[in-house]
């Protein structure tokens, strides 16, 4: 028998608020009267982790228009649905996602279009080419007027390999690589000053979003080199095993970035101690081209060389998507959007993709109470994650023959090495075979 009176019961726990409502139920959470309530829940986990795979559909549509392979691809920062991109022939174009059409199409290079940069406000373009020219585009009047001109023209007198604005409501400051790293203003025609450390060429330039002063770029000599525009030197660079061909700061922590390297990996630094890096991302079978932050800092996407894109979390060393189509080619450029929901990536056979960040993600509005069970069950898989089924059913994922064979090849070769390691310390003298570190192994070098 109840203690509490019927005349105290509140109507809100037993009546439905709309008529469509389920019916509710009294339940008593006392444990004694459960006794199975943990293989209940665990049968749970396993079906959320199920349903996961079964709506894993990530890919949304091709943004098809460029006659070459897109090589460069910048994010409108105030205007989401716009996405700017260049291609081999030197075309740029302003394409609007949510429609999937092209707004503008301009003859804006001749050769490569080799990198692009946008301030913050969103209405100066940057544009860099094969042609030794920076071009500065009016990104309100591109929208208008599909045939628009360049406002300014400045001709290098090196050639030029990338270029980025620097983050700020008020800045005109903009860097270029080639030859050396070239500090700009929008104003003139000449660089404020050059930085050059080396006599190699510099591949990639990037602006720190949080420290807007800090910018780093990877140079052909395998360096990745630490700049402040405010000084006339270099910083501080770091050798690594292979070549670096991108690097990306993570916009939420000021200090840490992360580098994309031939070696098949991706290693995150923090700039402050660049003897060891953070973490190293390991999984795809060939060099990796491109990497890009989500705007959450939480997770970035890089593209490679093997026709793949992977999301990685930042904290973790394996990653957690795997995209991949029959007819993608090699991947040059990987952008989030600004609400981190979507990744664009721009590809050798001239197509943009466009995917959800979020495997399994619903598109459109989601109710009170599917969000609720989203939230729940997402609680119930991360509880049961590392029993076998469901952490066997999270990994899985179907590969192409060929990147399944390659990782297969590398998994052979690192366990051989491993293995040839273990039995020359097994039969050496204690302590003469050190044990070295998987992140230790990859930095040769650091200097300031």
Not at 222 to 238: A, G, S, T
Not at 327 to 352: L, P, W
Not at 389 to 414: G, V
Request: one cysteine or more; proline letters at 5%.
């Amino acid at each position: 028998v109840s203690t509490q009176s019927t005349g105290n019961r509140d109507p809100k726990d037993y009546l439905k608020t709309r008529v469509g409502d389920l019916p509710k139920l009294p339940k008593n959470a006392d444990p004694t009267l459960h006794p199975h309530a943990a293989q209940r829940e665990y049968t749970a986990a396993l079906n959320a982790v199920k349903l996961e795979r079964v709506f894993a559909k990530p890919f949304i549509g091709s943004l098809d228009g460029h006659r070459d392979g897109v090589f460069a691809m910048v994010t409108h920062p105030k205007r989401l649905p716009i996405v700017i991109s260049g291609a081999c022939d030197g075309e740029i174009r302003l394409w609007n996602v949510t429609t999937q059409e092209s707004l503008c199409s301009v003859p804006a290079h001749t050769g490569f279009v080799r990198g692009m940069g946008i301030n913050q406000a969103g209405d100066l373009l940057l544009s860099v080419g094969d042609d030794q020219i920076i071009r500065m585009w009016n990104v309100d009047q591109m929208l208008q007027n599909p045939t628009i001109d360049p406002t300014t023209t400045v001709t290098s007198k090196t050639m030029l390999t990338g270029v980025d604005y620097q983050w700020g409501s008020s800045s005109d400051t903009f860097a270029t690589c080639g030859s050396s790293v070239g500090i700009w203003n929008i104003n003139r025609n000449e660089p404020l000053k050059n930085f050059t450390w080396g006599v190699d060429t510099i591949t990639s330039v990037v602006f720190n979003k949080v420290e807007s002063y800090m910018l780093a770029s990877t140079a052909q000599d395998r360096n990745i080199f630490l700049y402040d525009c405010r000084e006339n030197n270099p910083l501080r660079k770091v050798i690594l095993s292979q070549k670096t061909n991108q690097v990306a700061f993570n916009p939420m922590e000021a200090f840490n970035f992360t580098a994309a390297c031939d070696d098949n990996n991706l290693y995150s630094f923090d700039m402050r101690k660049l003897s060891s890096p953070l973490n190293v991302h390991m999984g795809h079978a060939m060099a990796v081209l491109c990497v890009g932050f989500s705007p959450t800092g939480r997770e970035f996407v890089s593209g490679s060389y093997d026709k793949t894109i992977r999301i990685f979390e930042t904290n973790k060393g394996r990653s957690k998507e795997i995209y991949h189509t029959k007819r993608m080619q090699r991947v040059f450029c990987t952008h989030y959007s600004a609400d981190s929901k979507f990744v664009m990536t721009g590809s050798d056979e001239t197509n943009i993709r466009l995917w959800k960040s979020l495997a399994w993600g619903k598109l459109g509005p989601v109710g009170a109470r599917e969000r609720s069970a989203l939230d729940y069950n997402k609680k119930l898989i991360q509880r049961y994650e590392h029993h076998p089924q469901i952490k066997r059913i999270k990994r899985h994922r179907n590969l192409p023959k060929m990147i399944k064979s390659i990782s297969n090849e590398h998994t052979n070769i690192r366990n051989a090495k491993k293995k040839k390691e273990d039995n020359r310390r097994k039969h050496s003298k204690p302590g003469s075979v050190p044990r070295v570190a998987e992140r230790a192994k990859h930095v040769i070098k650091e200097d300031s």
